[in-house]
């Protein structure tokens, strides 16, 4: 599944990244803000949330070990950004804002990171909210939590086995390598925004 993000050349070819940056240490607070980015994404429902995942940590340790320096500088840059957006918007900064008007202004920059990936040349780095988005989901999919209790886990190794899926049952968390596992999240899985 790395393979699906930002610094997948790395992942594939197994190297290290050239122009890898100095590690910026991120502070609690900025753990903190993307634990309830990441909650916003995929809110608490029947299931936990992204929070209870521990995503903000798994975010972190993500753009440190595999992002090269522009996406680096990007996501965070993206930290700073989603808090003054909050300030100009609600007056009170994101984790302080109502659930409300965090998802409306999320919603809002995920419209944002759309338009500028159908614009941006291949040099460009993504929109930091593009690589939060897509840090939430990786990470929340492949924690225990969401792979065994947003979505069902039937641990298969070497066999493929066929199990029934009815419209509205969660979906199926397949280990990668597993014959059949396609790394999708059906309808039944959880929405994210």
């Known amino acids: 599944m790395g393979g699906a993000v930002i610094g997948a ?8 990244l050239e122009g890898k940056p100095a590690v910026r240490g991120f502070s609690d607070d900025d753990r903190a803000l993307l634990d309830e980015v990441g909650e916003t994404i995929i809110p608490t429902t029947a299931t936990p949330g ?5 995503i903000g940590a798994f975010m972190i340790t993500m753009v440190n070990d595999c992002y090269d320096q522009p996406h680096h500088a990007a996501f965070q840059a993206g930290l700073l950004e989603i808090n003054r957006a909050a300030m100009r918007q609600f007056g009170t900064s994101f ?12 919603n809002a920059l995920d419209a944002e990171q759309r338009a500028q990936h159908e614009q941006k ?14 840090l939430a989901v990786l990470g929340y999919f492949t924690s225990e939590i969401g792979a065994s209790q ?13 199990e029934p899926y009815q419209k509205g049952d969660r979906a199926w968390y397949v280990p990668a390598g597993t014959p059949g596992s396609y790394g999708d999240v059906a309808e039944g899985g959880k929405k994210p925004i």
Not at 95 to 106: K, M, S
């Open 121 to 134: 040349t291949p040099e460009e780095p993504e929109h930091y909210f593009r690589l939060m988005k897509q």
């Open 95 to 106: 984790p302080a804002a109502a659930p409300e008007e965090r998802t409306e202004l999320l």
């Open 9 to 16: 050349e790395a992942f594939l070819r197994g190297s290290p």
């Open 150 to 162: 947003a979505l069902r886990y039937v641990e298969t190794p070497g066999a493929y086995k066929s």
């Open 50 to 54: 992204a929070k209870a995942t521990g």
